[in-house]
């Protein structure tokens, strides 16, 4: 139990939870793209050759490992607006959860790649006064959710709505964000 924070108030936000689109895009992505090169070796008469081979192993054991990864990250991806501290769980395979309190984020900003864009889903990026960012992935709403938290911000510390510093480029990759 953490008090206070434990039962957010209505009009707080959240929590805030990831698009399912968005979490299996990947993996029904790759299972397509094999099952179609599969099909067409099968059509081909080649379906008996290493490629199909190759195929089949993806399908029938990484298929499933990667249906149980989106799955899990679906079930423990979450963003909590409390009244004194935001609740970040980053998701699978990340077991920490964390409270961050609000006059410790120096700016909240959103990055979509193309799963986002094509699903409406993108990644809250929470960057710390020591220069620390929390990247929350695949949120089906995360504007809403960062509209959420300025709210919660110090009024003497909210960065302005459309001022430069307030949003990431998009076309940085993921992993710049640390």
């Known amino acids: 139990m953490r008090g206070v924070n434990d039962n957010p108030q209505p009009g707080f936000g959240g929590p805030f939870l990831p698009s399912a689109l968005s979490l299996f895009l990947p ?4 299972l397509s ?5 599969l099909a067409g070796l099968v059509v ?3 379906g008996d050759g290493a490629l199909a081979r190759l195929c ?5 054991l990484g298929g499933p490992f990667l249906i149980a990864h989106a799955t899990l990250r679906a079930f423990t991806i979450r963003v909590a607006v409390m009244p004194r501290t935001l609740y970040v769980h980053r998701g699978f395979p990340s077991s ?9 984020i120096e700016r909240v900003a959103i990055r979509r790649g193309l799963a986002g864009r094509i699903s409406g889903s993108g990644a809250l990026v929470v960057t710390l006064l020591g220069g620390r960012r929390i990247v929350v992935g695949d949120l089906k709403n995360p504007d809403q959710a960062r509209a959420a938290i300025l709210r919660q911000m ?3 510390e909210r960065p302005a709505p459309d001022s430069p510093g307030s949003d990431l480029e998009t076309s940085r990759p993921f992993a710049s964000a640390r």
């Open 27 to 30: 993996t029904l992505t790759i």
């Open 33 to 37: 793209g094999y099952g179609v090169v």
């Open 44 to 46: 081909a008469g080649r």
């Open 56 to 60: 089949i192993v993806v399908l029938a």
């Open 96 to 104: 920490q959860a964390q409270d961050i309190p609000y006059r410790l």
């Open 154 to 156: 110090p009024a003497g």
